[in-house]
C-alpha cells in the first residue's frame, strides 16, 4: 500500500481542471499558468503510464493508481515553491478516484478515497467533452465521454464542492475560463 503524501498548506488558488480524457486539461492549464504568470502541475499519470506502456505494453492497472495519487501529490508540493497566487492542477485524486470507479467496477483503494476526502481545492473546472478526439496509448473510452463526464460531474455535486463548466475551442475555451474565474473571485469577496 502507497503511504499518503500529505498536502502542503498554502494561501494560493488551487484550481483543478477536471474532467474525462482529451478535452484540454493540459492546454488549458499551460495557458491558465502563462495568464497569470504562475505555475502549474504537470499530469503525473500520464509520464508514469506512458512509461510502462512503452516498456511493457500494458495499461494502467488498480495497482498503479495509489502511485498516482501519490506522485501528483509530490509533484503539486514541489510547485507551491514557485507558484504566484494561483496553482493550475492537471488533476487531482478526485480525478482519480472517478477514474477507478468507472474502470474498475465501482472501485477505488480506500488510499486513494482518504486522499480524495483530504486534499483540498478551492475551484474545480469541469471541462465538456466539447473537442475532438485524440487518439493516444493511454486514452481507451473515446464514446463514453458523455457518460465519463457525467460521473466527473457527480462527484462534484456529491461533495457540494465549487465548480463551473467549460466549454468552447481554443481562444474561446481560454476566455470561458477567466470570465469562470473572475466571477469565483469575486463570489469570494
Not at 81 to 103: G, I, M, P, R
Not at 151 to 166: D, H
Request: proline residues 5%.
Amino acid at each position: 500500500m502507497e503511504k499518503m503524501v500529505q498536502q502542503s498548506p498554502s494561501d494560493l488558488h488551487r484550481i483543478v481542471l477536471y474532467g474525462p480524457e482529451s478535452t484540454g486539461k493540459t492546454s488549458l492549464a499551460k495557458a491558465l499558468a502563462a495568464h497569470f504568470q504562475t505555475e502549474w502541475v504537470p499530469e503525473f499519470a500520464r509520464d508514469f503510464l506512458q512509461a510502462k506502456w512503452d516498456r511493457e505494453k500494458l495499461p494502467c492497472s488498480l495497482e498503479d493508481l495509489p502511485h498516482i495519487v501519490a506522485g501528483q501529490m509530490q509533484s503539486e508540493n514541489e510547485c507551491l515553491t514557485k507558484a504566484q497566487h494561483w496553482l493550475f492542477c492537471d488533476t487531482n485524486a478526485l480525478v482519480t478516484q472517478v477514474w477507478s470507479e468507472t474502470h474498475f467496477n465501482g472501485y477505488c483503494a480506500p488510499e486513494i478515497l482518504l486522499a480524495a476526502n483530504t486534499y483540498h481545492y478551492d475551484f474545480y473546472l469541469l471541462m465538456q467533452p466539447d473537442l475532438p478526439w485524440v487518439k493516444d496509448d493511454l486514452r481507451d473510452r473515446p464514446q463514453a465521454r458523455e457518460e465519463m463526464y457525467r460521473s466527473f460531474e457527480q462527484q462534484l455535486i456529491r461533495r457540494n464542492l465549487p465548480y463551473a463548466t467549460i466549454k468552447g475551442r481554443d481562444q474561446k475555451r481560454l476566455q470561458n475560463t477567466l470570465e469562470a474565474l473572475k466571477n469565483w473571485e469575486n463570489a469570494l469577496r
